[in-house]
């Protein structure tokens, strides 16, 4: 990998006045913050809609647009959105998302502001050429003439064209806006990092549409569903309850449905980052009816057939595996076949007295480093609840002298040191924020995704310190 740093943070972070982050001027003001400070990347999370958690790791569509994300100021400039509707959508509380409020009010909104197009035959045109997302259209639009239920319990087969198009509307202006906010970051030279989760929801377009292509019962009910065993994060594993792939079946076709997914992606994004990389080579397959993901057993994935399709169809874009967790011998034989950069984070190289792969200084040059992924704590968080002995060990690595309080910066510096191609920061690291503003804390199924940074915390960062840490590093 190119020696590069960037920072992490999903769009819904960004502040603005809607309840959420969006693809309005406040991403434009960000990718200048970005080169301002002379960082290269901004990764971001994945863009599918969210699930009732709010994580976007389990969505209706893998190809759908998280209706969230588009810029309510941008319709009220077409005039599809009037001045009051505008002002009546103001939010309450700038550092959280409001979800509850955006679940009750933003799709009647997108949808009111659908039947004031003119373009109408634009939009068509525009989901006509893209099949996946005429699928999740008809999926949404189907999904509400059946009072949202999930697909496998649908009775009624009617559509309702006012609705159908309003999702077509609102897919449209989704990537219609993102286009735009990825041309201004290239052309201000920051490279876009996207996220694929491996596996999609069972109540979504991707396996309502491909049904043979998953381990379904007769009744389109999983037989077996993803999760991973005991580790950092949990005693009883994670029992994500993804169903899992019909390899098999998938393998018969060239793997198209993955394929068509990266270039996908390849047109949002310059880089993608593949979630879960390790469940390519072997994955954690857990009875439908277990209760916890202890009850699993690993399985052999697809492997390096998989590997040269996504590849082959990534073309230019760059591929990061995510290569965390329970890692073997053969899953780190299969990263170093593909060529892909793996990961490594700070956080998790002081786990034990031994010398881990994730302390810097055994970083390869090809490979992603984090402070913490957006599963991690924040870096500040992180040395709060250390004990005193592992804390005083690691800033004694990193040449701290001083206060703990003050270690985020030498951790900062370290990583910037280090032989990593590429090094990421959370931007609550940049800010040097505590727990109180951790994005994601896995298993707990409450009070996640919602951090927020106001315009004023973003200024507040020095801009200067991190292009000299840049420029220092050759970064």
């Not at 007295?353 to 055994?362: E, L, M, R």
Request: charged share 25%.
């Amino acid at each position: 990998m190119e020696r590069k740093s960037g920072v992490l943070m999903h769009i819904s972070s960004l502040f603005g006045e809607y309840s959420i982050g969006s693809f309005g001027d406040e991403a434009k003001s960000f990718v200048d913050f970005l080169c301002d400070a002379g960082f290269s990347y901004w990764q971001v999370l994945p863009f599918c809609m969210a699930d009732e958690c709010n994580s976007p790791y389990k969505s209706y569509s893998t190809f759908g647009g998280n209706p969230y994300f588009v810029d309510l100021r941008l319709l009220n400039k077409k005039g599809l959105i009037t001045d009051e509707e505008l002002e009546e959508s103001r939010q309450d509380n700038p550092y959280l998302c409001e979800y509850e409020r955006l679940r009750r009010t933003r799709v009647k909104l997108l949808t009111q502001a659908s039947k004031r197009v003119k373009n109408k035959a634009e939009i068509e045109n525009f989901i006509e050429n893209n099949p996946y997302l005429s699928y999740f259209c008809e999926f949404m639009a189907r999904k509400a003439s059946n009072n949202e239920l999930p697909w496998y319990e649908w009775k009624s087969n009617e559509i309702d064209s006012e609705v159908l198009f309003a999702w077509k509307f609102i897919q449209y202006e989704f990537f219609s806006q993102w286009a735009e906010i990825k041309n201004y970051a290239n052309g201000k030279g920051i490279k876009l990092l996207g996220d694929i989760p491996i596996y999609v929801s069972l109540d979504s377009c991707d396996v309502w549409s491909n049904k043979e292509q998953y381990c379904l019962d007769k009744d389109n009910r999983p037989t077996h569903v993803a999760g991973v065993p005991p580790d950092y994060f949990s005693k009883d594993g994670q029992l994500w309850g993804n169903p899992l792939y019909n390899w098999k079946k998938m393998k018969k076709d060239g793997f198209k449905w993955w394929c068509d997914r990266i270039k996908h992606m390849g047109t949002m994004f310059d880089a993608i980052r593949i979630d879960h990389f390790r469940g390519i080579e072997s994955y954690w397959s857990v009875p439908a009816n277990a209760k916890t993901a202890r009850e699993g057993s690993w399985q052999k994935g697809p492997g390096m057939e998989l590997v040269k399709a996504v590849k082959n169809a990534a073309d230019s874009v760059e591929i990061i595996a995510e290569d965390l967790g329970d890692i073997t011998p053969e899953v780190e034989k299969l990263v170093n076949k593909s060529g892909f950069p793996g990961m490594r984070v700070f956080q998790f190289g002081f786990l034990g007295d031994g010398d881990s792969i994730h302390k810097p200084h055994n970083y390869p040059q090809n490979c992603v480093a984090y402070t913490g992924t957006h599963d991690n704590n924040t870096l500040l968080g992180y040395l709060w609840e250390l004990d005193d002995n592992t804390r005083n060990r690691m800033l004694k690595y990193c040449g701290h002298v001083g206060d703990w309080e003050s270690g985020c910066e030498s951790i900062i510096r370290t990583m910037f040191q280090s032989h990593a191609g590429l090094v990421i920061l959370p931007v609550q690291d940049l800010l040097g924020y505590g727990c109180d503003t951790r994005l994601n804390t896995p298993g707990k199924a409450d009070g996640n995704w919602q951090y927020r940074i106001t315009k004023e915390q973003l200024d507040s960062i020095d801009r200067q310190k991190y292009r000299s840490l840049n420029s220092m590093y050759s970064r």
